[in-house]
């Protein structure tokens, strides 16, 4: 089941204004109230029907005071002054569904935190939620219990890892979280790029009983890296099953590698080369920029989808592209080439200059044919970003995302770096209210107040463009300036078993981020 974004969650239109005084100690069950009488009867032109507290919130739909006047009777947790939550419902019934984040109750303020440039969700050994951010400004990731979140800091409550490198920079780029040891728990792949060619780039791991043990020195983990030192990884990279993809950077342009995810966690493979390779070519530049695994042909098997945003499709210049190699085309066999021809599907970008494929998730059955759907994102060189729904099981071809997209959603105040490119992390596919199906949780931190939107999955099946203001659930910076949305994560931290949200603010004082638990 995928949520509905039924009227019934928004303020009632209420046929008559309220405009005459109420009495309310001649409130009764047949008489709308709107007298100054005793009687019943219907006297103002209302429409009869009862008045009453029908939820027993102690609010009433008719009040006499418009600021106390119920805008949801049959919702006890909607009345006036009433906790706000992330969810499609306006609880405190002043009309805005996108509060600014000091309005909602329950949200906790981490600081400091620095540049949290990215984070995940992960399950420890014991099944509890953690989570992972990369402090890319100070050389440090943490691993903490999302319970730990709760007290307002990221680990100085216990039981949480601190993983340091003194490496070439950039620690903590990417997280990667796998499970390649069918265990049931995370391990954590940590991305250091960097900064120049020649740096002694790697991935490395974090196995999942390492959890909580405190500080971490990166050079006692296993890692894979380049010998050779002329490429970056670091980058980007994800779990297509047992196989686990990268991304490396060298001065030719890009190579995905695809090595034997095990052998990488138990330290047998520790250098790219050991593994097949996926080479960028002329008219695929960029080339696993975005990375994601997921079965998008029902065949059982894990794809690869890989975006390259400087990719030239059909000759429209650096519109970009995203390739899918089905599960069948896959080797991790050392010194074998998968070549872009090789990829089963490839959807380019609408335009030159679009950047399409700068960012890749995957998410649930939308559609209802099996497969896994997927949002993909440009990666323009404007104030502009735009995101796509595209189904999965496409039959094997070439396409234009302008013929297969179910919707777009249109965000143009994204972060944009010194380099004129949208650059932040700034959107997670998760399932906030337990049941089938997802939400699509969009940040945009580059207005002067940034905020996160939120959209379910059966809005974005339905065809159309949309806005972050065609969200019905969302929250706004209290901030100018902050960048709030840079990054988004989701973990279960207050273990109901759905999950909460975790929003970064990189642009206040020495950087925060901000729990907030959700009521959908």
């Not at 969810?87 to 000091?102: A, F, K, N, Q, T």
């Not at 966690?265 to 593994?275: A, H, P, S, T």
């Not at 949780?441 to 972050?468: C, E, H, N, Q």
Request: with cysteine; proline share 5%.
């Amino acid at each position: 089941m995928l949520i509905s974004l039924l009227a019934a969650c928004l303020p009632p239109v209420l046929s008559d204004t309220g405009a005459i005084p109420v009495d309310t100690s001649v409130l009764d069950d047949t008489d709308t109230g709107n007298d100054t009488g005793g009687d019943t009867a219907d006297d103002t032109g209302d429409t009869g029907t009862q008045i009453e507290d029908a939820d027993g919130d102690g609010y009433f739909p008719r009040d006499a005071e418009a600021s106390k006047r119920d805008c949801d009777d049959n919702n006890p947790n909607a009345y006036p002054g009433a906790a706000e939550l992330l969810s499609y419902v306006d609880e405190d019934c002043d009309g805005i569904l996108v509060e600014s984040i000091d309005a909602f109750t329950g949200a906790v303020k981490l600081e400091p935190v620095g540049l949290a440039w990215a984070l995940e969700g992960l399950l420890s050994p014991g099944g509890k939620p953690v989570l992972a951010a990369g402090l890319v400004g100070s050389g440090v990731v943490m691993v903490v219990p999302a319970s730990d979140m709760t007290d307002g800091t990221l680990g100085n409550s216990g039981g949480a890892a601190t993983v340091s490198s003194t490496g070439p920079g950039n620690f903590g780029f990417s997280l990667v979280p796998t499970d390649f040891d069918a265990d049931g728990a995370s391990e954590l792949f940590i991305g250091e790029p960097g900064s120049n060619a020649g740096d002694d780039s790697a991935y490395y791991v974090l196995p999942g009983d390492a959890f909580d043990n405190g500080a971490v020195n990166a050079s006692s983990l296993s890692r894979v890296g380049d010998a050779s030192l002329l490429t970056r990884v670091g980058v980007a990279g994800c779990p297509v099953g047992q196989i686990y993809a990268l991304t490396a950077v060298h001065a030719a342009g890009t190579k995905v590698y695809l090595l034997d995810g095990e052998a990488v966690l138990n330290g047998e493979i520790v250098d790219v080369q050991q593994g097949a390779h996926i080479p960028s070519g002329g008219s695929t530049l960029g080339l696993g920029v975005a990375l994601a695994g997921l079965d998008v042909d029902t065949d059982a098997g894990v794809d690869l989808v890989v975006g390259a945003p400087k990719a030239t499709p059909a000759a429209r210049a650096l519109s970009g592209a995203v390739l899918v190699f089905s599960s069948g085309s896959l080797l991790s066999t050392p010194g074998e080439t998968v070549n872009v021809e090789d990829a089963d599907i490839v959807i380019g970008g609408s335009a030159a200059n679009d950047g399409f494929g700068g960012f890749a998730l995957g998410v649930a059955d939308v559609t209802g044919d099996g497969a896994a759907d997927m949002v993909v994102s440009d990666y323009r060189d404007d104030d502009e970003r735009n995101w796509y729904l595209v189904p999965g099981n496409l039959p094997h071809g070439s396409y234009s995302i302008d013929d297969v997209a179910l919707s777009r959603v249109i965000d143009t105040t994204p972060y944009v770096s010194g380099d004129g490119q949208v650059a932040s992390r700034s959107a997670v596919a998760t399932n906030l209210d337990d049941v089938d199906g997802f939400e699509l949780v969009l940040g945009s931190p580059g207005d002067a107040v940034g905020s996160i939107s939120v959209f379910s999955g059966s809005l974005l099946a339905t065809a159309g463009t949309y806005a972050p203001t065609s969200s019905s659930a969302g929250v706004s910076s209290a901030t100018a300036g902050d960048f709030f949305g840079f990054a988004l994560a989701a973990a279960d931290a207050d273990r109901e078993a759905d999950e909460d949200l975790v929003v970064t603010a990189p642009g206040t004082g020495e950087g925060a981020a901000w729990l907030i638990p959700n009521d959908f």
